[in-house]
């Protein structure tokens, strides 16, 4: 079963960094492209960022192009969200998510696997 873990929220103020990270277990990490959404209250969760299985394709959304990176280690079946320039909007939980097929093409469509969430707040 595939489980997915994320960590690295909390509290930042406008303008701050913060790295997400989320580790993968349940199955061989390097053939499944990953990704990372996002959902603020009283809103629909929306795409933020996903990954190639190799890394070698990025997609992001249009608010976070330019400040968010992803990026994975196959080796420690991890995938990453280092965020800077953080602004109020920000504000959220962010989910780890992944798909059933493997060597996808990384879009703006979640898979069926997700995280548990972590709380990022940013303050102004």
């Known amino acids: 079963q595939v489980q997915l873990v994320e960590s690295g929220g909390g509290l930042v103020q406008a303008g701050g960094s913060l790295r997400l990270s989320c580790t993968a277990s349940?199955?061989?990490?390097?053939?499944?492209?990953m990704g990372w959404f996002r959902q603020a209250p009283g809103k629909d969760r929306e795409f933020v960022a996903a990954?190639?299985?190799?890394?070698?394709?990025?997609v992001y959304a249009d608010s976070v192009k330019g400040r968010f990176t992803i990026s994975r280690d196959n080796a420690k079946s991890t995938v990453y969200l280092q965020m800077n320039s953080l602004k109020p909007e920000d504000t959220a939980v962010y989910y780890c998510?992944?798909?059933?097929?493997?060597?996808?093409?990384?879009?703006?469509?979640?898979?069926?696997?997700w995280g548990q969430g972590t709380q990022v707040t940013v303050s102004s």
């Open positions: 990954i190639a299985s190799n890394g070698a394709m990025t």
């Open positions: 998510n992944t798909g059933r097929i493997a060597f996808t093409i990384p879009t703006k469509v979640p898979g069926d696997y």
């Open positions: 349940g199955r061989t990490f390097n053939l499944y492209t």
